[in-house]
Nanobody, 123 residues
Framework: VQLQASGGGLVQPGGSLRLSCVTAGFTLDYAAIGWFRQAPGKERERVSCVSANGDTTKYADSVKGRFTISRDNAKHTVYLQMNSLQPEDTAVYYC?????????????????WGQGTLVTVSS
């Protein structure tokens, strides 16, 4: 099982980035995917998740209205579109998967994790 997160980088406040999580080794159609982040000195937090059937999405209050999660099962990829980025969004972002099929819910525990991609928001 592999999850490869990419798309991070340096962006100015107010800018946008799109993160990608390319998956392999399991059937993405049956998996819920979460995006998490961890800033220096802070605990890891869940930013967003999408259920296996795509009907349920959840967002942390801090990113609602700015971030959008989406999935393209044909490309084995889940995206996190991040708009109106702020310095407090600076963190390492991770994607994670839970392939215990729960079609319409986001899990609290994820079985598989990818390496992170660093997002730095600074002028």
């Amino acid at each position: 099982v592999q999850l490869q997160a990419s798309g991070g980088g340096l962006v100015q406040p107010g800018g946008s980035l799109r993160l990608s999580c390319v998956t392999a080794g399991f059937t993405l159609d049956y998996a819920a995917i979460g995006w998490f982040r961890q800033a220096p000195g802070k605990e890891r937090e869940r930013v967003s998740c999408v259920s296996a059937n795509g009907d349920t999405t959840k967002y942390a209050d801090s990113v609602k209205g700015r971030f959008t999660i989406s999935r393209d099962n044909a490309k084995h990829t889940v995206y996190l579109q991040m708009n109106s980025l702020q310095p407090e969004d600076t963190a390492v972002y991770y994607c994670a998967a839970d392939d215990k099929y729960r079609p319409n819910s986001c899990p609290t525990v994820y079985d598989y994790w990818g390496q992170g991609t660093l997002v730095t928001v600074s002028s």
